[in-house]
């Protein structure tokens, strides 16, 4: 499977930070060289940024790099250009391509169910709602991307996810009765696979570390096991990669997995409310 030009593009900004470290040039010696600010060969070096080929040949002139590694490293910078098959908001792509080569997944939803189990008609609902403005040719499209996303979890390379949802989730009649009765019985289905766990968070819980926010926690076998954490709101989305930061979102995510029911409780519950929808 090719690898994406989102992880590609992480994997060139730890190298060249790597090899600028190397040869101790500060990162405003960098930006001089690339005539821009300092914060550019941040974002550069934490894989936020694309390149074009001649300002990565420029920096590896700074760095005195060898012919080997510099060809090696105008590879990468080629393949993080790629662009991406699947169409989705600019502010979104990062996520669908770190998504697409995630080795594992830790997703907290206190609102919906997470994209990766949904079905078409919970999608169509929740794309109408989002925006009652789109048209129907650009709401199939949203709904056809998404499957084409949640073709992973059962394919040869599919993810471990790990999934912790608020019981609101799944009470919310997202699409109708009829609607919601389908997609709690997705939930069961793929609940059952080896690679898919699922657990509720249920009122009785009251209080816990998560209230207010949803994140997802994705971990890479490449580049150097790397985790990131996705945060999004109604326009844009913020990724976190500093180790403390993911740290503190892992130790919430287990906080939350070891209050909520496990796997057999959920799908107790879950099975117990899709009879209410009927």
Not at 24 to 34: K, N
Not at 187 to 206: C, D, H, M, N
């Amino acid at each position: 499977m090719a690898v994406s030009p989102t992880v590609r593009r992480l994997q060139l900004g730890r190298e060249l930070r790597q090899l600028r470290e190397q040869a101790h040039v500060p990162r405003e010696a960098a930006a001089q060289e690339l005539e821009c600010d300092v914060s550019k060969i941040s974002r550069m070096e934490t894989g936020k940024l694309t390149l074009q080929a001649a300002e990565v040949r420029a920096l590896l002139d700074l760095y005195g790099i060898d012919e080997e590694q510099r060809e090696r490293i105008m590879g990468l910078a080629r393949e993080a250009r790629r662009r991406s098959s699947i169409r989705v908001p600019d502010w979104a792509r990062t996520y669908v391509g770190l998504e697409a080569v995630a080795a594992e997944i830790k997703d907290y939803e206190a609102e919906a169910v997470p994209g990766l189990l949904q079905t078409e008609a919970y999608t169509r609902a929740v794309t109408r709602a989002a925006d009652p403005t789109r048209s129907p040719t650009e709401v199939e499209r949203l709904v056809a991307t998404r499957g084409e996303r949640q073709g992973r979890l059962q394919g040869p390379d599919a993810p471990q996810l790990w999934v912790v949802m608020n019981e609101g989730v799944i009470r919310r009649r997202v699409g109708g009765a009829g609607a919601m009765g389908e997609q709690l019985e997705r939930l069961l289905e793929l609940g059952a696979l080896p690679t898919v766990s699922i657990q509720i968070l249920p009122y009785a819980v009251g209080a816990h570390a998560a209230m207010g926010s949803s994140f997802i926690i994705l971990r890479l076998a490449e580049p150097d096991d790397a985790q990131v954490v996705y945060l999004e709101d109604l326009w844009s989305a913020d990724y976190v990669d500093r180790p403390a930061q993911v740290t503190a979102y892992n130790n919430v995510f287990d906080r939350v997995a070891v209050a909520a029911l496990d796997a057999t409780g959920s799908a107790r519950l879950i099975e117990q409310v899709r009879g209410e929808m009927s």
